[in-house]
Structures are given as C-alpha cells and as structure tokens.
C-alpha cells in the first residue's frame, strides 16, 4: 500500500481532489471549444474511457461563450484553460465552468486578478496553478541561470502568494517539463512546501510510443512516493489514448481497478505457438470487458498455468495445442485455433456469475 502525502481537498464538481480522495483522472479536449457537437463528442468518449476531469482551451470570448452549450450536454465536471485575458475567466465562471485553469500572474494587474478570485470565490470555484518550464519567467531564468526544480517551485509560490493575498486557497498546482527528473524533483520540492493538492503532468511528452514511456516513469514515480493527486498524460493524438494510459499507470500502483489485466509471458525457444499473435488478439477483445479480472496467455504448457498461478483464467499452448484454466487449475486441453474462443467462454461464464 502506497502511503499517500496529506493534502488539503478541493472540489472539481463533484470530483474530491486530495485531502485522501481517489487520485482522479484528466484529459484535454482537441477540439475547437467553439465546436459544440465535436466537443461534446470527444467529452463523452473521453469520460466512457474513464476520465473523471475535462480542460476545455478558451482562447478568445466566443469560446467562453459557448461553454454553457458544452457544460448543459454533458456530466463530468470542465476546466476553462485561461491565458492572459482575465475576461475570458469571469465568463468561464458565468457560463457554469467547474474550475479554471490559469496563472494570475499572467492576467493583469491586482485589480484583475481580484475581480476573477472575487467571482471564483463566490461560485466555488477552484483555481490551478499551472506553472510550464516552457514558459518560465524571465527573471528566474536570469536568477538560476536555466529552468532548475527550485526556479519551478519558485514560479509557482509567486502565482499561490498573489493568490493567498486575496485570501483564496481553493487551489492546486502543476509544475511541468518535458525532462522527466527535472519534473520528478520539482513536485517532490513542492510537496515538502505546501500542502496544496497537486496536479502531475509530463508537458509535451510526445507521441504515444514516447510519451506512454516518459509518462509512466515520470508520473508513476511520483505516485509511487505518495505524491500526487490528480494528472493527466499528455500525448500528442487523441486524447482518449491519455485516459487509458492514465487508468493504466493507476492499475499497475495498486490504486485502481481498471477493466481486465492481461499477463503474458515473453516468448523463448520453448514457445511454439505465435504466442504473439495470440496475446494481441486477447488483448483487443478485452478492450469491451470493464470488469477487472486478470486474464493470462501463456506460451508453455509445462510451466504456464503455474506461473500464472494467481491470474483468474488463462491459456497456456505449445505444440499444435493447449491449456485452459483458472486460478492455476487446469480445466481442459483443447487446440491451438480455439484457444482465444475457449478463453472468452470462460471469461463469459465469470462474468455472468458475478
């Protein structure tokens, strides 16, 4: 059991962020904000994926406007992502948005930033604080002579201070870059100074195929030390991928139940089935199960359903055939080709008895 860092809580809608809640899952649309059928679209296959948070970018006042289109067809709470025009926050707020998304020291002066906590406050609105090693002030730059783990902490602390002044503490904070130890030891800074929730991120990650990766390490380390709260993967693509890959990196902490776990061993020279082939199909066809039972696709009928002793059900093949079973004790051999179908009626039967 990983021991989790205290926190103060907020509330996202009806989503708790820290203070010991569940660490919840978000995702970024891509969509044109002003898009309303679009937009709705991928809100809801993003939340069928298992997203519990939504950030919407509002760039400019139509697409303020249109928030309230969005937020009255959905159910999952939105952030409105703000840059530099306090206007576009106070219309956020009037159009029903769950939370902002923006750093106050980039909106204006104090009276601006007061107008937007005055109405923040009054709506229950919570803020991020969303500092970017992309974007650091120049003056750090210029103190620590290059986007340092401190520089990061630093940036923020202004941003939480102006807002503390206005006596707003409903706030969370991200601090982050593309270079994951960077990233890794600036949160680990800010949650030895603060006991605000935090927001984990691995900005501009890339691809699926490398930022799957540096997400994994960088995020899942941080989890993995009780730091964190909520997070987001950030992949260039299609967002759902983020949510899944997000759901994933819980599943495999111990701190989610996310839909089928598939176990399958590497193949070796015992393996003389296309282990492969199989392991991919399995996996496919596990995609439309939610219910969390581990599934195993073994490539040796000597040792696998030993080995996958603990999975609820499995196949081990070798030699033209195979072995179907569950919770280590074999059921029935059967041949290679309908191994997949032997296993999805087990599958079904546990399903069914539930």
Do not use: W
């Amino acid at each position: 059991m990983i021991k989790r860092r205290k926190t103060r809580q907020i509330h996202i809608g009806d989503v708790a962020i820290g203070g010991g809640a569940p660490i919840s899952v978000q995702s970024m649309t891509n969509t044109k904000t002003t898009d309303t059928k679009a937009t709705v679209e991928q809100i809801n296959s993003l939340q069928a994926a298992g997203c519990d948070i939504v950030r919407l970018a509002v760039p400019d006042m139509e697409s303020a406007l249109n928030l309230g289109n969005i937020i009255k067809k959905v159910n999952i709470p939105l952030v409105a992502d703000i840059h530099f025009d306090y206007r576009l926050a106070l219309e956020a707020i009037n159009q029903g948005i769950s939370a902002l998304r923006l750093n106050p020291g980039n909106i204006g002066g104090t009276d601006r930033v007061k107008a937007v906590v005055t109405e923040a406050k009054r709506h229950n609105i919570p803020i991020r604080i969303g500092v970017n090693a992309g974007s650091l002030d120049k003056r750090l730059l210029a103190k620590y002579g290059r986007v340092t783990a401190q520089a990061l902490v630093d940036s923020a602390m202004e941003h939480v201070r102006i807002l503390e002044a206005q006596d707003f503490t409903d706030m969370k904070i991200s601090l982050k870059a593309h270079d994951v130890p960077l990233t890794i030891e600036a949160y680990q800074l800010m949650s030895e100074t603060v006991d605000y929730p935090l927001h984990l991120g691995i900005t501009e990650a890339g691809t699926a195929r490398s930022g799957m990766i540096k997400s994994a390490v960088g995020i899942g380390a941080l989890l993995s030390q009780g730091i964190g709260d909520t997070f987001r993967i950030s992949l260039t693509g299609d967002p759902v991928v983020e949510v899944k890959v997000a759901n994933e990196i819980l599943k495999s902490l111990g701190m989610k139940e996310y839909g089928p776990t598939l176990i399958s061993c590497p193949t070796c020279g015992r393996t003389s089935i296309d282990l492969a082939g199989i392991a991919t199909e399995v996996e496919k066809r596990l995609e439309a199960i939610k219910k969390p039972i581990s599934v195993a696709v073994m490539g040796c009928v000597v040792n696998g359903p030993g080995e996958a002793r603990g999975a609820d059900v499995g196949i081990a093949g070798g030699n033209g055939e195979g072995l179907v079973f569950r919770k280590g004790e074999i059921i029935r051999k059967v041949n290679e080709a309908d191994l997949i179908e032997e296993l999805f009626k087990e599958i079904d039967d546990i399903i069914r008895e539930d």
